[in-house]
């Protein structure tokens, strides 16, 4: 049985997303669904699963004039003694000046995790970008006033390039880097390529790297396979 350490935030965030979803229904828009399976759970360059496989997944609902979005999610991780971390987000996402910005805001929380362990957190993101062409970038500042877990408030910012070989073909090169409190600061990047297998199935393989090697094997380089279905 899966134990959630801090009910009440994420009871709230599970009623509000119960509430939520007749109501966005009526709104119009329309849910997309996404699920998949990796090697190793990367974020911000860094394992959240000890280096092991996991699975995730996700449904996310997107107004008609596409500007606004909301929904929960799932990904397996290994971490304070939670083995699942459930997140809802929502964002708005306008266009202006040949630049696409989003803006979103997540509550995440680490279920079943150890007594005394901090088990949940906010998080704020901001992306710019923009594409000519086969070409695009993007600029991501995430900030979080009090991270999951023994690290505290940090602050992310990477810079990703990108570009489309073939339509079913696609490369970016990611470098970021993160200052936190009762952590290690580093900069992490990471390098892949995604391949469409199917109109709704895609292969992502990726190499990762950071420069705190010595803070523990879940900042040590690795190649990732993921394979994710949209539906």
Not at 13 to 41: E, H, I, M, R, Y
Request: charge should be negative; aromatic fraction near 14%.
């Amino acid at each position: 049985m899966i134990r959630i350490a801090s009910p009440a935030p994420l009871g709230f965030a599970l009623v509000l997303t119960a509430f939520a979803t007749p109501a966005l229904a009526q709104a119009g828009g329309d849910w997309d669904f996404q699920v998949g399976a990796g090697s190793d759970n990367r974020s911000k360059n860094v394992s959240k699963s000890q280096t092991d496989p996991y699975a995730f997944g996700s449904a996310t609902w997107e107004s008609a004039n596409g500007l606004f979005y909301a929904g929960p999610g799932f990904e397996t991780i290994k971490a304070g003694g939670s083995k699942v971390e459930l997140n809802m987000v929502a964002g708005y996402q306008p266009e202006a000046f040949g630049y696409q910005f989003d803006l979103n805001v997540a509550y995440k929380n680490r279920a079943g995790a150890d007594d005394g362990y901090d088990d949940d957190t906010w998080e704020f993101t901001g992306n710019i970008s923009r594409s000519i062409g086969p070409a695009r970038a993007r600029l991501q500042v995430q900030y979080s006033p009090d991270a999951a877990g023994s690290n505290e408030g940090f602050v992310w910012v990477e810079g990703r390039v990108g570009w489309t070989f073939t339509p079913k073909l696609d490369g970016t090169l990611a470098v970021g880097r993160r200052e936190q409190d009762n952590g290690p600061d580093y900069t992490g990047w990471n390098a892949g390529v995604t391949y469409a297998l199917t109109e709704k199935l895609d292969l992502d393989l990726r190499y990762y790297d950071t420069s705190a090697h010595s803070a523990g094997e879940q900042y040590g380089d690795a190649l990732v396979a993921k394979i994710s279905y949209a539906f």
